[in-house]
């Protein structure tokens, strides 16, 4: 039965640059999981803490790009192999200091927002708007914890651009 509105040849590219965000999303995850439990030192609470929220909300997207997959007839890579072989993100070495985790963290998110940015061009291609709806959360959503954990790296007294247009 067919319950959506497009053909199964114009999704496929939305399916792959999903694919490639579903393995991209489960090596992040696994990085925030070694960051929660590696981190020391005085960040230590504010760290553990962080880097648990991010994951827990990684393994929530991790399950809707799989389930939007399916909703649109395809299936998800599940192959942890897969996963390594197609994500942009790569490992780490677990064991860093605070601050180079959460480098690392926002270099991260740089690379989920390019995916992103790929997924949402495919889906615009098409009109798939349940796509470009998911993603555009997704969007919104990682730009608000890069803009926090960019705020944790920065000194006290450095101030944001105070440049205001006026119309």
Do not use: C
């Not at 940015?117 to 470009?132: L, N, R, W």
């Amino acid at each position: 039965m067919s319950y959506l509105n497009m053909n199964d040849e114009e999704l496929m590219p939305v399916v792959v640059e999903l694919n490639v965000l579903l393995a991209d999303y489960h090596v992040y995850y696994q990085k925030l999981r070694s960051k929660h439990w590696n981190i020391i030192g005085k960040n230590f609470f504010d760290l553990h803490e962080k880097f648990e929220e991010l994951y827990n909300d990684a393994k929530v997207k991790i399950d809707e790009i799989a389930e939007r997959i399916l909703t649109l007839r395809y299936h998800p890579m599940s192959k942890l192999e897969d996963y390594l072989k197609t994500s942009s993100i790569l490992e780490e070495a677990p064991l860093k200091s605070d601050q180079n985790m959460v480098d690392e963290t926002l270099d991260d998110h740089k690379l989920l927002l390019k995916q992103m940015g790929k997924v949402i061009e495919k889906a615009e291609a098409i009109s798939d708007e349940g796509t470009i709806d998911l993603i555009g959360a997704y969007i919104r959503e990682l730009e608000k914890s890069s803009w926090m954990l960019n705020a944790w790296s920065k000194k006290t007294s450095e101030n944001l651009k105070d440049n205001i247009v006026e119309a």
